[in-house]
């Protein structure tokens, strides 16, 4: 003990004072953002050296019996309904079928307890809802899942008073009452801190009666469901100017339950995002009162919406954005393995040039490595965990996959999927693109900001600690706990060092993992060496930054990168182990575990080279990088990994699963259909060309008989319609553009008809 007092007064003491003006210092708003969430599997990442018992033993996705059901019976039934082109082009707005089945199916109420009248799903089965249906309809699919996210509903179910949950959440569940939520106000954007909508406590009248109440200002554009919503959940800053609740004058954000039929509220007018006619627009309120029992968890709550938004995003950044996402990127896949393999070029299919088996096997790896992240979020989300960093790890890199995916999915589609029209499968969900990167923060600052600027101080074994000793008021106190916590940090950081050099000169041939990982057990073992790396280097980057790192975006970006890298192939790993470890998925994993690596050790390498503290730079690339680490995926795995998604394999089958059964897009219906029918015809066809005739001269010789040669008709037609695209008549164009006069060809230029004689 004495030797510990020693240590305190004369080694920790200096470093105490400069921390306290080095290290950033956490404002109220930050405490309350950093205690909203848990931290889980990222912080294992965070350690340096991953206990990968802890991912292993993790359960595996599972629904039960009633949600599965419903995700056959009611969900299927909904999406064989929904048209997006006839949404977004000719009604804008879903048919009326539509809005009352998912009233009376229970669609918004899918988080809602039984007990309130809800479905009571779990996270995974909300999942799936949504996965299901953008597959379909990005239009139906958002209308679903913004009850079922930040909204009304989450805030009530975590913070609502008794009295609250019991009028509101059997309404909500029901359809009586429409919800949306408003939050991004016109001149804060992304900064919820600086929304200048305002309620300001006062006297009003409430039923008849004078009631202590909030005087709501409030002007909120970007909101889903505004345009209909029954009622809507209001952030703003709440002030009481005449201490009619005590001495504070600006108590905080606050959100608060608005009934839109109140005197003052303005909503019915529409946004169009990106050509997707889901409901959103602006919502607008002018002097609106309401009582102070309107406040979401009572008056405890007022000045506490921070820390509820907080714990609510989980929902729409962890759940329905990457759920979205994945459904786009799953589509991507198996639409374009398909039509690589039916579409030919030169006489071969354009699945075998090797510029459009890079596409393939990208969105392939992709597909499967984005599925597993959103299988084991939900896995954690039903645990109970608030996984904030790991929800915006989610909702960036989700979106960010599916752009990517959807990017290559239009170049492997070429001038297919350029052309607008009802057999247009892609069109709609690449226009969206821009939808999700932008919504519930966006991804710029989920990034730069949030992923390891939150993930940093949460899940670091130490800092949030020693950031709290520092905060401490009594100056021995705080000098005290900074010192315990403060050697832990070193001693982490020391043993953390060795295990980086260690396992980087060793080419991570000694990095831990687990003993019967098999075919997956160098993936394990270089996740262990990159997880060592990442976290010397965030070490590094505290030391000679301090607070300043808050500023160096940049820095805090790539880091960000490396840790989001990890958390997926994390995920992908579970996943193939979960599936049963399929020899057959192998390509998958390998070439999403290669293409991690190349931009782990590529972010890596740009942080450390923009240090400040260059000789830092120089120590860590000495340490972690001592040679290249990786460069990708090679030409013959990017090969393997192209062909699982363009032949009829249980890989492609796995990948898909029964996304696009009974309720898939026509044109995508029909792309099935060739491509089996291109699949079970290509032995005519190798006979044709190692008989070297044409079909005909084969049918004439007696090569192939007249069944034969009309199977090969047949898929030749099928291609045929796969291949083309949709055209429309100028009159059948003013039914979308309502000023298109005339149907008539243009007379030719004076000059040119002249020149015809």
């Given at each position: 003990?004495?030797?510990?007092?020693?240590?305190?007064?004369?080694?920790?003491?200096?470093?105490?004072?400069?921390?306290?003006v080095?290290?950033?210092?956490?404002?109220?708003?930050?405490?309350?953002?950093?205690?909203a969430?848990?931290?889980?599997?990222?912080?294992?990442?965070?350690?340096?050296?991953?206990d990968w018992?802890?991912?292993?033993?993790?359960?595996p996705?599972?629904l039960?019996?009633?949600?599965?059901?419903?995700?056959?019976?009611?969900?299927?039934?909904?999406?064989?309904?929904v048209?997006?082109?006839?949404?977004?082009?000719?009604?804008?707005?879903?048919?009326?079928?539509?809005?009352?089945?998912?009233?009376?199916?229970?669609?918004?109420g899918?988080?809602i307890p039984?007990?309130?009248?809800?479905?009571?799903?779990?996270?995974?089965?909300?999942?799936?809802?949504?996965?299901?249906?953008?597959?379909?309809?990005?239009?139906?699919?958002?209308?679903?899942?913004v009850?079922?996210?930040?909204?009304?509903?989450?805030?009530l179910m975590?913070?609502?008073?008794?009295?609250?949950?019991?009028?509101?959440l059997?309404?909500?569940?029901?359809?009586?009452?429409?919800?949306?939520?408003?939050?991004?106000?016109?001149e804060?954007?992304?900064?919820?801190?600086?929304m200048?909508?305002?309620?300001?406590?006062?006297?009003?009248?409430?039923?008849g009666?004078?009631?202590?109440?909030?005087?709501?200002?409030?002007?909120?554009?970007?909101?889903?469901?505004s345009?209909?919503?029954?009622?809507?959940?209001?952030?703003?800053?709440?002030?009481?100017?005449?201490?009619?609740?005590?001495?504070?004058?600006?108590?905080?954000i606050t959100?608060?339950?608005?009934?839109?039929?109140?005197?003052g509220?303005?909503?019915?007018?529409?946004?169009?995002?990106?050509?997707?006619?889901?409901?959103?627009?602006?919502?607008?309120?002018?002097?609106?009162?309401?009582p102070?029992?309107?406040?979401?968890?009572?008056?405890?709550?007022?000045?506490?919406?921070?820390?509820?938004?907080?714990?609510?995003?989980?929902?729409?950044?962890?759940?329905?954005?990457?759920?979205?996402?994945?459904?786009?990127?799953?589509m991507?896949?198996?639409?374009?393995?398909a039509?690589?393999?039916?579409?030919?070029?030169?006489?071969?299919?354009?699945?075998?040039?090797?510029?459009?088996?890079?596409?393939?096997?990208?969105?392939?790896?992709?597909?499967?490595?984005?599925?597993?992240?959103?299988?084991l979020?939900?896995?954690?989300?039903?645990?109970?965990?608030?996984?904030?960093?790991?929800?915006?790890?989610?909702?960036?890199?989700?979106?960010?996959?599916?752009?990517?995916?959807?990017?290559?999915?239009?170049?492997?589609?070429?001038?297919?999927?350029?052309?607008?029209?009802?057999?247009?499968?892609?069109?709609?969900?690449?226009?969206?693109?821009?939808?999700?990167?932008?919504v519930?923060?966006?991804?710029i600052?989920?990034?730069?900001?949030?992923?390891?600027g939150?993930?940093?101080?949460?899940?670091?074994?130490?800092?949030l600690?020693e950031?709290?000793?520092?905060?401490?008021?009594?100056?021995?106190g705080?000098?005290?706990?900074?010192?315990?916590?403060?050697?832990?940090?070193?001693?982490?950081?020391?043993?953390?060092?060795?295990?980086?050099?260690?396992?980087?000169?060793?080419?991570?041939?000694?990095?831990?993992?687990?003993?019967?990982?098999?075919?997956?057990?160098?993936?394990?073992?270089?996740?262990?060496?990159?997880?060592?790396a990442?976290?010397?280097?965030?070490?590094?980057?505290?030391?000679?930054?301090?607070?300043?790192?808050?500023?160096?975006?940049?820095?805090?970006?790539?880091?960000?990168?490396?840790?989001?890298?990890?958390y997926?192939?994390?995920?992908?790993?579970?996943?193939w182990?979960?599936?049963?470890?399929?020899?057959?998925?192998l390509?998958?994993?390998?070439?999403?575990?290669?293409?991690a690596?190349?931009?782990?050790?590529?972010?890596?390498?740009?942080?450390?080279?923009?240090l400040?503290?260059?000789?830092?730079?120089?120590?860590?690339?000495?340490?972690?990088?001592?040679?290249?680490?990786?460069?990708?995926?090679s030409?013959?795995?990017?090969a393997?990994?192209?062909?699982?998604?363009?032949?009829?394999?249980e890989?492609?089958?796995?990948?898909?699963?029964?996304?696009?059964?009974?309720?898939?897009?026509?044109g995508?219906?029909?792309?099935d259909?060739a491509f089996?029918?291109?699949?079970?015809?290509?032995?005519?066809?190798?006979?044709?060309?190692?008989?070297?005739?044409?079909?005909?001269?084969?049918?004439d010789?007696?090569?192939?008989?007249?069944?034969?040669?009309?199977?090969?008709?047949?898929?030749?037609?099928?291609?045929q319609?796969?291949?083309?695209?949709?055209?429309?008549?100028?009159?059948?164009?003013?039914?979308?553009?309502?000023?298109?006069?005339?149907?008539?060809p243009?007379?030719?230029?004076?000059?040119?008809?002249?020149?015809?004689?």
């Amino acid at each position: 003990m004495q030797i510990r007092h020693v240590r305190r007064d004369y080694l920790t003491r200096p470093i105490h004072r400069w921390a306290k003006v080095a290290l950033p210092t956490m404002s109220e708003t930050e405490a309350e953002a950093l205690s909203a969430g848990d931290v889980w599997w990222e912080a294992e990442l965070f350690s340096g050296t991953p206990d990968w018992r802890k991912l292993r033993e993790t359960d595996p996705p599972r629904l039960t019996d009633e949600e599965q059901a419903f995700i056959d019976g009611p969900c299927r039934e909904l999406c064989a309904l929904v048209d997006d082109w006839r949404v977004n082009h000719l009604a804008a707005d879903l048919p009326e079928e539509v809005w009352k089945m998912m009233h009376d199916k229970g669609f918004f109420g899918m988080i809602i307890p039984k007990k309130y009248g809800g479905l009571g799903f779990s996270a995974l089965a909300h999942s799936e809802v949504v996965r299901l249906i953008s597959a379909r309809s990005l239009v139906a699919a958002v209308t679903v899942m913004v009850p079922n996210s930040l909204g009304p509903g989450e805030l009530l179910m975590q913070f609502g008073t008794d009295t609250q949950k019991d009028y509101w959440l059997p309404r909500l569940a029901d359809g009586t009452e429409l919800p949306a939520f408003g939050l991004t106000s016109e001149e804060a954007g992304s900064d919820a801190a600086a929304m200048n909508d305002t309620g300001i406590v006062c006297e009003g009248e409430w039923e008849g009666e004078k009631v202590l109440g909030l005087r709501l200002n409030w002007a909120k554009r970007y909101i889903t469901l505004s345009p209909v919503c029954t009622v809507l959940g209001l952030a703003f800053k709440m002030r009481d100017p005449d201490g009619l609740l005590g001495d504070t004058e600006d108590i905080g954000i606050t959100c608060a339950l608005v009934p839109t039929s109140l005197d003052g509220v303005e909503t019915g007018r529409r946004h169009i995002p990106a050509g997707q006619m889901f409901l959103n627009g602006p919502t607008t309120g002018t002097d609106v009162f309401v009582p102070l029992d309107n406040i979401i968890g009572g008056r405890e709550y007022a000045g506490r919406g921070w820390m509820m938004l907080m714990s609510a995003l989980a929902a729409g950044r962890g759940i329905s954005l990457p759920s979205l996402s994945a459904a786009g990127t799953v589509m991507s896949a198996h639409t374009s393995g398909a039509y690589a393999r039916v579409r030919q070029q030169f006489g071969i299919p354009v699945s075998k040039f090797g510029g459009v088996q890079e596409r393939l096997a990208r969105v392939g790896a992709n597909a499967y490595a984005l599925d597993a992240a959103r299988q084991l979020t939900c896995v954690g989300l039903d645990q109970g965990q608030a996984l904030a960093v790991i929800s915006g790890i989610m909702k960036a890199n989700a979106t960010e996959r599916m752009r990517d995916a959807l990017n290559d999915a239009m170049d492997v589609h070429a001038g297919k999927a350029v052309i607008d029209g009802p057999g247009n499968y892609l069109s709609e969900h690449y226009k969206a693109i821009p939808i999700g990167i932008t919504v519930e923060g966006a991804n710029i600052l989920t990034r730069s900001l949030i992923i390891f600027g939150q993930g940093a101080i949460r899940a670091h074994p130490h800092l949030l600690d020693e950031m709290q000793a520092l905060e401490i008021e009594d100056d021995a106190g705080s000098l005290d706990a900074f010192d315990r916590h403060f050697w832990a940090h070193v001693g982490h950081t020391t043993a953390t060092f060795f295990r980086a050099l260690g396992r980087a000169w060793t080419g991570a041939r000694l990095a831990p993992a687990p003993r019967d990982a098999g075919a997956v057990t160098q993936i394990y073992r270089r996740m262990s060496r990159w997880s060592a790396a990442f976290a010397l280097t965030s070490d590094f980057a505290f030391l000679t930054l301090g607070g300043a790192l808050k500023q160096r975006e940049m820095l805090s970006a790539r880091l960000g990168d490396v840790l989001s890298e990890l958390y997926f192939l994390s995920a992908t790993l579970k996943r193939w182990e979960n599936e049963g470890k399929k020899e057959a998925d192998l390509p998958l994993v390998h070439f999403a575990a290669e293409t991690a690596f190349a931009k782990i050790s590529r972010s890596l390498d740009q942080a450390q080279a923009n240090l400040p503290a260059r000789w830092a730079g120089w120590l860590l690339r000495a340490v972690t990088l001592p040679r290249h680490a990786s460069r990708g995926p090679s030409d013959a795995l990017t090969a393997d990994c192209a062909d699982l998604i363009t032949e009829p394999t249980e890989t492609r089958a796995r990948l898909s699963g029964a996304l696009f059964e009974n309720c898939a897009h026509e044109g995508i219906a029909q792309l099935d259909a060739a491509f089996a029918a291109v699949i079970d015809c290509a032995p005519l066809e190798k006979r044709l060309r190692e008989a070297d005739m044409t079909q005909k001269q084969a049918l004439d010789a007696g090569k192939i008989s007249k069944a034969e040669n009309e199977k090969l008709n047949a898929m030749k037609a099928a291609v045929q319609k796969v291949i083309a695209v949709d055209d429309f008549a100028p009159d059948e164009l003013a039914a979308f553009f309502p000023d298109l006069k005339s149907s008539k060809p243009k007379a030719a230029p004076k000059a040119s008809r002249k020149a015809e004689k």
